[in-house]
């Protein structure tokens, strides 16, 4: 397969993608996904993505300690998909603490949902609300969400579509400690302790 110099994955012709690749149904939190390994692993740190090559403080404090942010089972679970879980698509801290911050990371990949809970609720005031479920209990909470990537308006890697596959987004609100925390050091979230 030849690749592009622009740093986009070079596709296989639309009719290949889906047709003869492995799609093993793996689970990710209470999800199961038909997953597309190798279009998948194309998916991952594309160029022009918030997150490619971005050196901002929490994206390097990500790098330094998704290993031990993300518990770990999910962690596995999401290698196996295949996710690079050191570089996400999208990264941000929405409410920063002293030892770290608490942060929403997006992953992508190729395949389908087959089950898991609606990531969609009606709300009389509102509308529809996207809903993050548990993947983790404390100390270690973890909200996630996995739907598919037509249904956000976050930005998304290069994928041509197909019907075999839809371009899926794997969406993690947790805290991530800063590299030198005690948080960081022993897996835990500072503010899930008592007083």
């Not at 987004?169 to 302790?193: E, G």
């Amino acid at each position: 397969m030849r690749r592009r110099h622009s740093g986009m994955p070079s596709w296989p012709g639309r009719a290949d993608i889906g047709a003869t690749r492995q799609r093993p149904t793996l689970a990710v939190g209470p999800w199961k996904i038909a997953v597309d390994l190798a279009a998948s692993r194309l998916l991952q740190n594309q160029a022009g993505m918030p997150a490619y090559a971005c050196s901002c403080l929490w994206c390097t404090n990500w790098l330094l300690t998704c290993a031990t942010a993300v518990p770990d089972k999910l962690y596995h679970q999401l290698c196996r998909l295949p996710i690079n879980v050191s570089r996400p698509s999208d990264l941000y801290a929405y409410e920063a603490h002293d030892d770290g911050a608490h942060c929403r990371v997006i992953y992508h990949l190729a395949g389908k949902i087959l089950s898991g809970p609606d990531a969609w609720r009606g709300d009389a005031g509102v509308g529809k609300v996207l809903v993050y479920s548990a993947a983790a209990a404390a100390p270690h909470q973890v909200g996630m969400v996995v739907v598919p990537s037509r249904q956000t308006f976050d930005a998304r890697p290069q994928y041509p579509a197909h019907e075999d596959n839809e371009l899926l987004q794997i969406d993690l609100r947790l805290f991530v400690p800063h590299p030198d925390s005690a948080a960081a050091k022993t897996k835990t979230n500072p503010l899930d302790q008592p007083p």
